[in-house]
């Protein structure tokens, strides 16, 4: 928070805040997170859309070159708050002094576009673009689908449930199977349908997150048999992340290339976790050493 306070951008970027829902797949036994026990009678490995796993509903926030996980909320199953729920919660954690005086966007994928949601966001007067499936209902009855042959990108209309008009726009999205997908996606504030478009593009930009935290900082790798024991490994992983991100931005010219950020990252603030891995592939190479007729001898320099 203070790093972003002291190197804010300009005050016409505004402040994205994304929020979606990830899985941590898991295939092992996991007795104490899987199985209701008397102490744990609510699991947290759970089946959703067809994926076992811990399920994570995170906000991260985008603003001007800031790329940060600010929080998240793991999803219990059913009898618990949705991850809409979750997702409203959330957006009460994020301070004041961030999105005071600024231009605050909020963008979600179709599981968010909850009634509730919409009036959260709509509540801190912050604009919403979020996308919403193809059979959502309008208040004269129709369905948004009916509106890519009868309607007009960019248009006005009212969802059933809510009081206030947004703005639709849609597009088609290639799939991994080459199919295309009819998408649409809606906001608060009348943006132009091709600008809207765009715009929900960029909630995207969670998912390249999503993908870096798992396989370069191994968000989703943790072995541990406890609720504790998971939540300290997702909060070091996050921290590891942050780190990195933060060196990025401190190098001149920041450029993320996330192996050689981590190397930076090892040398400027962990130097004697690089001194101790060298000492130890000495060590393993020493045999390696003698069979070239040399020794290695290390000794401190002369003060």
């Excluded at 941590?24 to 102490?39: A, D, I, R």
């Excluded at 935290?213 to 590891?240: D, E, M, N, P």
Aim: proline share 5%; with cysteine; net charge positive.
């Amino acid at each position: 928070m203070g790093q972003i306070a002291k190197h804010r951008p300009s005050k016409q970027v505004p402040l994205k805040i994304l929020i979606d829902l990830t899985t941590l797949e898991k295939s092992g036994k996991f007795l104490h997170l899987s199985n209701p026990t008397q102490n744990e009678p609510d699991p947290w490995v759970r089946i959703l859309n067809g994926k076992r796993g811990l399920h994570l509903v995170v906000l991260y926030l985008v603003y001007g070159e800031w790329r940060v996980p600010w929080s998240f909320r793991v999803w219990r199953g059913k009898g618990y708050p949705s991850p809409s729920d979750l997702a409203c919660k959330l957006l009460g954690t994020v301070p004041k002094q961030l999105t005071q005086g600024k231009t605050v966007i909020v963008l979600a994928d179709t599981e968010f576009s909850t009634v509730k949601f919409f009036n959260t966001v709509r509540a801190k007067t912050w604009r919403i673009v979020v996308g919403v499936r193809n059979n959502r209902k309008l208040q004269d009855g129709r369905t948004v689908k009916q509106l890519y042959r009868h309607g007009k990108r960019g248009q006005q209309i009212l969802l059933e449930g809510l009081t206030q008009p947004l703005t639709i726009s849609w597009f088609w999205l290639k799939r991994a199977d080459s199919k295309r997908e009819l998408r649409f996606v809606v906001s608060s504030h009348p943006y132009s349908g091709a600008y809207l478009v765009m715009l929900g593009r960029k909630r995207w930009a969670i998912e390249g997150f999503f993908k870096t935290i798992k396989h370069r900082f191994g968000l989703h790798c943790f072995g541990q048999s406890t609720k504790l024991g998971v939540y300290r490994w997702l909060i070091l992983s996050l921290l590891a992340y942050l780190l990195a991100h933060w060196i990025d931005q401190w190098s001149s010219p920041p450029v993320l290339d996330w192996k050689a950020t981590c190397d930076l990252t090892l040398s400027v603030l962990f130097p004697s976790v690089l001194w101790l891995k060298l000492l130890r592939y000495l060590q393993i190479s020493a045999d390696i050493a003698a069979r070239h007729g040399f020794e290695i001898i290390l000794k401190p320099i002369p003060t």
